[in-house]
């Protein structure tokens, strides 16, 4: 009696490629890195550029972002974080080579962790001021200035446009490395 090996009703398991392979992660990193640079420091050009002056009822009246403490912090989080965005392309380039240690992938998902919450503070306390700009708070008995300085809230405007932009970049960024560092062996 022989008997046949028969194995037609087990499943053969084959591995399932990696959607996002090594270069295109890399690539990904590199593209979203710049972007991010390049949307902070716009975001922060634009705010440092963000001035009118007008009369109103004689008086000389000026809007500046440095009369708020909220606007400079946002500006100052937007050129740490194109600072950093620069300066991280470094480790990037480091890891982009196949034997590098998986560990690293858990520093940069810290890096850029932290980096969001630096945005995501400026971003908050930036549109806070923002919102009572454009809408005034009448509790407080503050008036809307938007009426007045149109080209002053267009320019914030833009600028919160482009901050959010550099802070989406950097939360995709650290998904995608909390996502890397999660695939380390131990």
């Known amino acids: ?3 046949e090996n028969n194995n037609s009703g087990i499943l053969k398991i084959r591995p399932v490629p990696a959607p996002v392979t090594h270069l295109s992660f890399m690539l990904s990193q590199v593209s979203l890195r710049l972007a991010a ?4 420091i716009a975001a922060a050009c634009l705010m440092l550029n963000s001035r009118q002056s007008k009369v109103l009822f004689g008086t ?3 809007a500046r972002y440095t009369y708020s403490p909220a606007f400079k912090f946002f500006t100052m989080m937007n ?3 194109c600072a950093f965005s620069v300066l ?3 480790p990037v380039f480091v890891l982009s080579r196949k034997l590098s240690n998986s560990l690293n992938y858990f ?3 810290l890096h850029d962790l932290m980096i969001v919450i630096l945005l995501a503070g400026g971003f908050g306390a930036a549109t806070t001021y923002a919102q ?4 005034g708070n009448s509790h407080a008995g503050w008036m809307p200035i938007c009426n007045d300085f149109g080209k002053f809230c267009h320019h914030v405007a833009a600028s919160l446009i482009l901050g959010f932009l550099a802070l989406f970049c950097y939360m995709v ?3 995608m490395s909390a996502n890397k560092a999660r695939q380390i062996k131990v």
């Open 1 to 3: 009696m022989s008997t």
């Open 132 to 135: 009572v700009g454009k809408y």
């Open 37 to 40: 640079a390049a949307a902070s």
């Open 173 to 175: 960024l650290a998904v």
């Open 88 to 90: 991280s392309l470094l």
């Open 60 to 62: 000389n009246l000026d």
């Open 107 to 109: 520093f940069l998902f």
């Open 79 to 81: 050129v740490v974080a």
